[in-house]
């Protein structure tokens, strides 16, 4: 078992960055307070000079594992390379500053660690929290993915699983070898996503079962950020066209090949929409026919249909939808073919420049569901 006497040299390191998460950062910083086991420190990274951010840790500093680091704002990637940079600890584990841990997660993941040595990071599985009600949703993040759940004594994570969407919750523990050796969190890029695949090229990675984050998810309609679901996208599309062509290996570009083109019918599907809705109908039918040539799916087949021989349909059909959505976003989608994704991640305030629309949205990866 882990030790029970706090150490001067952490073996974990909490990597947390604070941007516009003044009503959660208190609650994340409580969680790393709870863990069980003491052989932790926890680095905040105040990126963006905030007085209150910087405050909240403040109220913290009877605790000397609990550190704090000003900066300018340099993003997202910025802030967690700025506490890994003064990090002690052994191992490392990104914490998003709207998140919290359960108790159990220090000892959990440095147990594993200690009971195999050739291991440099593991994964694991998270509580979902809808913003505003403190109760786990039922539905867990891998499930949330449509990831199997891991067996008991935790899954060997490869390159094929990442690039198919088993992309692991991102509150891990990386050692801060392999850490090093991927060179960390990587700006312009999915920063997560990225760094799992790098370290399942490299190293031994194990997904454990246990659900030992608190992810939590807030309502909102991404219709209304349509250039921020564009850089999400696109910034998930160059992660994956930039580990594949790193890696040198065709079989990975051969199976990144499919979330991208996933993701390009998506963009076009709604771009269709969009131009629907503008009364664009030309636009409308280009853009669901490059949504059938990226994936003939019998969404993207009705659309076209329906846009080339009878829009006036649609016309009537749109309104329904739109009076459907207030009753809730499960099968409407998927019945009236448009597709969207309706909760956003806290953590999209985290960025200056909103980009960081829900690092772990990833719906649309095996469940068909999608911006």
């Given at each position: 078992m882990t030790t029970s006497a706090p150490l001067d040299r952490p073996r974990l390191s909490f990597l947390t960055t604070a941007y516009r998460t003044e009503a959660y950062l208190a609650d994340t910083i409580s969680s790393v307070l709870s863990q069980t086991s003491p052989a932790w420190e926890l680095v905040v990274v105040d990126n963006?000079?905030?007085?209150?951010?910087?405050?909240?840790?403040?109220?913290?500093?009877?605790?000397?594992?609990?550190?704090?680091?000003?900066?300018?704002n340099r993003?997202?990637?910025?802030?967690?390379?700025?506490?890994?940079?003064?990090?002690?600890?052994?191992?490392?584990?990104?914490?998003?500053?709207?998140?919290?841990?359960?108790?159990?997660?220090?000892a959990t993941v440095l147990d594993f660690l200690d009971g195999h040595p050739s291991v440099d990071a593991v994964g694991c599985d998270a509580h979902m929290v809808r913003d505003g009600d403190e109760r786990p949703s039922r539905q867990s993040y891998l499930r949330s993915i449509g990831s199997r759940p891991p067996g008991k004594g935790g899954d060997l994570l490869t390159v094929e699983e990442v690039l198919a969407g088993r992309v692991p919750y991102y509150t891990g523990a990386i050692s801060r070898r392999a850490w090093r050796a991927v060179g960390g969190y990587e700006p312009g890029l999915e920063s997560d996503v990225?760094?799992?695949?790098?370290?399942?090229?490299?190293?031994?990675?194990?997904?454990?079962?246990?659900?030992?984050?608190?992810?939590?998810?807030?309502?909102?309609?991404?219709?209304?950020?349509?250039?921020?679901v564009e850089q999400f996208e696109d910034s998930l599309v160059r992660?994956?066209?930039?580990?594949?062509?790193?890696?040198?290996?065709?079989?990975?570009?051969?199976?990144?090949?499919?979330?991208?083109?996933r993701l390009r019918y998506h963009q076009a599907l709604r771009r269709a929409r969009w131009a629907f809705?503008?009364?664009?109908?030309?636009?409308?039918?280009?853009?669901?026919?490059?949504?059938?040539?990226?994936r003939a799916t019998l969404r993207a087949c009705v659309i076209v249909v329906l846009l080339?021989?009878?829009?006036?349909?649609?016309?009537?059909?749109?309104?329904?939808?739109?009076?459907?959505?207030?009753?809730?976003?499960?099968?409407?989608?998927?019945?009236?073919?448009?597709?969207s994704v309706d909760w956003l991640p806290a953590r999209a305030r985290s960025a200056p420049d909103g980009r960081q629309l829900g690092r772990q949205l990833r719906q649309w990866q095996r469940g068909g569901v999608g911006p």
């Open positions: 963006g000079n905030s007085d209150e951010i910087a405050s909240i840790v403040r109220s913290f500093a009877d605790d000397p594992r609990v550190r704090l680091v000003r900066q300018e993003g997202y990637a910025g802030g967690v390379m700025a506490a890994a940079a003064v990090a002690r600890g052994d191992h490392f584990a990104v914490l998003d500053s709207d998140d919290e841990i359960v108790p159990e997660f220090t990225l760094t799992w695949l790098r370290l399942a090229s490299r190293f031994e990675v194990r997904l454990l079962p246990q659900k030992l984050g608190r992810y939590r998810v807030r309502e909102q309609s991404q219709s209304r950020h349509p250039e921020r992660t994956f066209q930039t580990f594949a062509e790193e890696s040198g290996d065709p079989r990975h570009l051969a199976i990144a090949q499919s979330p991208m083109r809705v503008d009364g664009d109908i030309e636009t409308a039918r280009r853009s669901a026919r490059e949504a059938r040539a990226q080339e021989l009878s829009p006036r349909l649609l016309t009537r059909v749109h309104p329904l939808k739109q009076q459907l959505a207030e009753r809730g976003h499960g099968a409407r989608q998927r019945i009236l073919g448009w597709g």
